[in-house]
Structure formats: structure tokens, C-alpha cells
């Protein structure tokens, strides 16, 4: 690493519009400006992302992002080294402003573009403005999108060891706060009724998947043995049912009706189900300390819009304490979708001399599968 490195981040794989300047200064990423534009007002009357809306929101805002972001970094055209930009996993469309920007911008400036994984770059948001992390680590990604778990043996070398299998976590809890009437985005505002509700007062089934819940039984040593693999759909329909009431199935007894929405009982819904899904979360990795499936991990690096959510940072902490595994939550404003992440990770790609053509192309899915680089 070269110290005074500067490199332009460029992200719009969903619905933020974001550019950043990350120097790389006393061993670490250190962010010279971030800025983050959201598009939230613009999906909030449809409960999600549109993404026609989003692809043209980028095209609007994206220059703009870039020049703010190379005006508040102070930092001379000649100290930028590379334009990095988040060219996969995402919307395609909004993937493609990201990636034409990143690489005129690379072509102006007469340097190298490097194409950069999303979904690693989450990870990389925990060695912003910090020390050093020790390797092996544990990764776990939790966002609107993904529910990735790795084991990683440096920023851009990891294997997946378990993932989602249907809904992500951010995904559940933005469906159960639409459920409960809560607004868009859910995650936030559902983690802020959590403190006025009781997190015992419903019981939400914990899954606890195995190689035959998940594959079959196919070729699996034992097919009963417990996966790394997470899924939230279950939870989320018993949430559905318990505000909504279970449906009647003909000849069966009637359902007894779901209890009355107070405020309060709201309130307990929220807490219980971000009890119920924060705990699936533990009791995965918890599973993975136990099978030694990353190596004796010395760091748990964490990412993702999730990982926002102070009921599951708690936890975490609380986890390593317990493993002895030093836990590092990505600092507040780097837990959401951002480009600071995207230029950080691109530190280690470029110090290794990892550059993309401009025929870069984006690419809808994540390239991370069993052993990637980002
Ligand atoms: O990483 P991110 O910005 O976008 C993706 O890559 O998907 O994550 C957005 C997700 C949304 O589902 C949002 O509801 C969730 O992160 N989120 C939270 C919290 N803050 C954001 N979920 C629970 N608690 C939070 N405090
Ligand atoms: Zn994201």
C-alpha cells in the first residue's frame, strides 16, 4: 500500500446514488469525503425499489455525487490513483450508470477502472478508519439483499459458507414492517419500535436448517447435519398470520383470531421478530464456531444495512466477548449502501496490481462463490 493513495468510489447498484474519495494513510482507509444521495422518497409510495425510477434517479444525480465528493475531499486530480466502482451484484440498470460513469471518469483521468463486488465490499466497511484486522475472520453480510456468511483470509479472499436460502434479512424486516403499517424503509423504523415492545411476548419459529431442508438429502454425508444457511420466509408468514389471523382450512377447526392491533401489541410484534431474526443470525454463527468452519477466526467483520440495527450489534459484541473474536460493526455511516466502501476495498485490489479494461461490464449477480476475489 502507498501511502497518500487516493481512490474515486463510484456506487449505484440499488437505490443510493453514492461517490467517495479513500485515502490510504497509517495502515488503514481513511475516507476523504462521502457522499450519499438516497432515493427513498422516490420508492416510498410502492413499498420497494422501482427500478426504471432508480436507473434514471442515478442518471440525474450521479455527476453531481462525483463532483461533491471530489470538491469536499480536498484532494488533488494527480493523487487519484484509480476510479473504482461497485459493478455486481444489483439492479442492472442502475448498475450500468455506475459502471459508464466510473469508466469515463477513469478515461479522463488517465486511470485504471476496478470492478468491485458489492457484496465484499459490505465486509470491507468494518477496516475504514481502523486498525489492521486479523485474519482468518468470520464475514457475515446482512442487507436488503443478501444474507451471505464467509470465511475470509483477507479482504478480497473469502468462501462462502452459507447463505440465505430465501428471503435477506433486511428484505424480512422491511416485509414485517409493511405488515405492521410501519413505513418504508421498514428495517429502521421496525428496530425503533422494537424498544417499546416485549421481545418474549410472540414466539417466532427459529429454523434450524439442514443439508436435506436445504439440497435434498442428494450426496450429503448426513443430510440431518445442521448448514450454515439462514431463512427468514418462515418468520415472516408467522408474522403475517399473527397479525392477519391463520386461514381457515376447510373441514379443520377455525383458527382462533389473531389479537387485536393495539399500539402496544404492535410494539411487541416488532421486538419479538427482531428478537426471532437476530437470533437466527447468532445461532448460525454460533454453529459455525462449533463446526470450525472458518478456522479459528480471530475477527468477525460485518456488513450491510443490517448491521445498523442496535439490537443485533449488541448481540454481536456480546458474541465475541464470548469467543474471544474481536467484532467489527462497520461505524453508522458505512453500514448502509455508500461508494467509501467500494474505494476502501479497491485499496487492496490496486495494491495488487488488479486492474479492469473498460470493457468492464456490469453483471446482475454476485461473483462470490466458493473461493473469490473482490
Ligand atoms: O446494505 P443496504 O443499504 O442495501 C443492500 O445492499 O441491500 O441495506 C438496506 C437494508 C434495508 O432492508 C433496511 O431496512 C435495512 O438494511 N436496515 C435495517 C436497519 N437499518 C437499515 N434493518 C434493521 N435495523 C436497522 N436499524
Ligand atoms: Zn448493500
Not at 29 to 49: D, K
Not at 128 to 153: C, K, N, Q, R
Not at 200 to 212: C, D, E, K, M
Not at 320 to 346: K, Q, W
Request: aromatic letters at 4%; proline letters at 7%.
Amino acid at each position: 500500500m502507498t501511502e497518500g493513495t487516493a481512490i474515486l468510489g463510484i456506487e449505484t447498484s440499488c437505490d443510493e446514488t453514492a461517490a467517495s474519495v479513500v485515502e490510504w494513510r497509517d495502515g488503514a482507509p481513511r475516507v476523504r469525503s462521502s457522499v450519499v444521495s438516497t432515493q427513498h422518497e422516490l420508492h416510498r409510495r410502492y413499498a420497494g425499489v422501482v427500478p426504471e425510477l432508480a436507473s434514471r434517479a442515478h442518471l440525474e444525480r450521479i455527476v453531481p455525487a462525483v463532483r461533491e465528493a471530489l470538491r469536499a475531499a480536498d484532494c488533488p486530480r494527480e493523487r487519484i490513483a484509480a476510479v473504482a466502482v461497485g459493478n455486481r451484484p444489483g439492479l442492472i440498470g442502475s448498475l450500468l450508470v455506475g459502471n459508464a460513469a466510473a469508466k469515463a471518469y477513469a478515461w479522463s483521468l488517465g486511470v485504471p477502472v476496478i470492478g468491485i463486488d458489492h457484496v465484499a465490499a459490505h465486509l470491507a466497511a468494518g477496516l475504514i478508519d481502523a486498525p489492521p484486522a486479523a485474519f482468518p475472520a468470520l464475514g457475515l453480510v446482512v442487507s436488503g439483499g443478501h444474507t451471505h456468511l464467509f470465511a475470509m483470509e483477507g479482504p478480497l479472499r473469502m468462501r462462502l459458507l452459507g447463505r440465505t436460502i430465501d428471503d435477506a434479512i433486511g428484505e424480512a424486516f422491511d416485509k414485517a414492517a409493511t405488515v405492521l403499517d410501519l413505513g418504508y424503509p421498514g428495517g429502521p423504523l421496525l428496530d425503533a419500535r422494537s424498544d417499546s415492545g416485549d421481545p418474549g411476548a410472540v414466539r417466532f419459529p427459529i429454523p434450524r436448517l439442514t443439508a436435506r431442508s436445504v439440497r435434498g438429502a442428494g450426496d450429503a454425508a448426513d443430510p440431518d447435519a445442521r448448514t450454515l444457511d439462514f431463512s427468514f420466509s418462515g418468520m415472516k408468514t408467522a408474522l403475517l398470520y399473527a397479525v392477519r389471523g391463520v386461514p381457515a382450512v376447510p373441514g379443520r377447526p377455525a383458527p382462533t383470531p389473531p389479537v387485536p392491533l393495539s399500539g402496544q401489541r404492535v410494539s411487541d410484534l416488532c421486538a419479538s421478530f427482531q428478537s426471532a431474526a437476530v437470533g437466527h443470525v447468532l445461532d448460525v454463527l454460533e454453529r459455525a464456531i462449533e463446526a470450525d468452519a472458518a478456522g479459528s477466526p480471530r475477527t468477525l467483520l460485518v456488513g450491510g444495512g443490517v448491521s445498523a440495527n442496535r439490537h443485533l450489534r449488541a448481540r454481536l459484541h456480546a458474541f465475541g466477548t464470548r469467543h474471544s473474536i474481536e467484532v467489527r460493526l462497520p461505524s453508522l455511516a458505512y453500514c448502509l449502501d455508500n461508494a467509501a466502501m467500494i474505494a476502501a476495498l479497491a485499496h487492496w485490489r490496486h495494491a495488487e496490481g488488479s486492474h479492469d479494461a473498460l470493457t468492464l461490464a456490469p453483471q446482475p449477480h454476485s461473483t462470490l462463490g466458493r473461493i473469490a476475489a473482490g
